[in-house]
């Protein structure tokens, strides 16, 4: 991948990310933004720079990075195009876990566990139905039994939350379909914890990935302990959907589509790839939530159906390909 296009990607995101920052119900000049960056200016500024929009602009940018690696090194490890962690389920299972431990009162930095093992046992389910089907290597069958599982996630959830107060279905609703709006300074230190650590280790193992894409049979030939690799991968890419999850909630097809944008421009190892899509991620995830923010204000619309407005698309126009 030319440098070129890594500074365009950079670019990029500090572009949006200011936007992000100086857009909304109040609006703020740069020299605003910046003023109130310094602590100087107008009280008001300050308090909407470094206490609402500076943390969700972070918040969003690590929700994207994650999302975008996990779709990566999904896309890579099981050779499949239309792999990514909100089709899959992974998503779904992990809202489960997510809910069940704040419904419990878990501390908070728990809840990112508890979506975790709600990840892995959507994975699992996933496979287990795939594979009762006969057609566990047809990314259609898997993809289908992905839905399944994220339905039956959905239903869960609902129960979980039956006998709640008609506030609390409503917030844990509205999380459900992603937001960011509540982010906080840590929210944004215990994500950013978790994808830099399970991000590093899909980048240094980046080329696992490479081998595994050309098939079970050539990473054997190859010296690759196919199974314990891919085990390995799918662990870290459920961490890293997981953890997005407890914090922001469901944000569907951002893992989907940035893999597809890093490929167009370039990245062909998957090492490349997966730093590629985190910033592909970051950006798709804070331009989002500005739009979520500022098409319709005051209202705000929840930041899973912006994404999946590009989302669904897309979806469509890959899965015709290999229709």
Same mark, same amino acid.
């Given at each position: 991948? $030319? ?8 670019? +990029? ?11 909304? !119900? ?19 500024? *300050? ?10 602009? +972070? ?13 990566? +090194?999904?896309?890579? !490890?099981? *050779? ?18 997510? #809910? ?22 959507? #994975? ?6 795939? &594979? ?9 069958? %898997? ?40 982010? !906080?300074? *840590?929210?944004?230190?215990? %994500? ?35 199974? =314990?690799?891919? =085990? ?30 890093? $490929?167009?421009?370039?990245?062909? &190892? ?23 923010? !500022? ?25 015709? &390909?290999?229709?």
């Amino acid at each position: 991948m $030319r440098t070129s296009r890594w500074l365009a990607l950079l670019a +990029a995101i500090v572009v949006i990310a200011t936007l992000a920052v100086a857009l909304g !119900t109040v609006q703020l000049s740069l020299g605003g933004v910046w003023d109130a960056l310094l602590g100087e200016g107008d009280p008001l500024a *300050r308090t909407v720079v470094r206490d609402l929009r500076l943390p969700r602009v +972070a918040l969003g940018l690590l929700v994207g990075a994650g999302l975008g690696m996990s779709g990566a +090194a999904l896309q890579g !490890t099981m *050779r499949n195009a239309l792999a990514e962690p909100y089709l899959l389920g992974v998503s779904g299972g992990a809202a489960v876990g997510a #809910v069940l431990a704040l419904a419990a009162a878990l501390p908070f930095a728990l809840v990112p566990v508890a979506a975790f093992a709600g990840a892995l046992v959507a #994975v699992a389910l996933a496979l287990a139905v795939a &594979r009762a089907g006969g057609s566990a290597g047809d990314p259609r069958v %898997l993809l289908m039994a992905g839905v399944v599982v994220g339905a039956f996630a959905n239903a869960v959830i609902m129960i979980a939350l039956a006998g709640d107060a008609p506030n609390t279905v409503r917030n844990a609703l509205w999380w459900m379909m992603g937001s960011v709006a509540t982010a !906080t300074w *840590r929210d944004v230190a215990w %994500l950013a914890a978790y994808v830099l650590a399970a991000g590093a280790l899909l980048v240094a193992w980046g080329r696992q990935v490479d081998v595994l894409a050309l098939g079970v049979e050539n990473a054997a030939a190859l010296g690759l302990d196919a199974e =314990r690799a891919s =085990r390995r991968l799918y662990l870290l890419a459920a961490m890293l959907a997981a953890s997005t999850v407890a914090v922001a909630g469901l944000v569907g097809f951002v893992g989907l589509v940035v893999p597809h944008v890093a $490929r167009a421009l370039g990245a062909q &190892r998957h090492r490349a790839t997966i730093v590629a899509s985190a910033m592909a991620g970051a950006a798709l995830v804070v331009a989002a939530d500005l739009a979520a923010r !500022t098409v319709r204000p005051p209202a705000e619309l929840p930041l899973g159906a912006v994404t999946a407005i590009v989302g669904v698309p897309f979806f469509l126009s890959q899965l015709r &390909r290999i229709a």
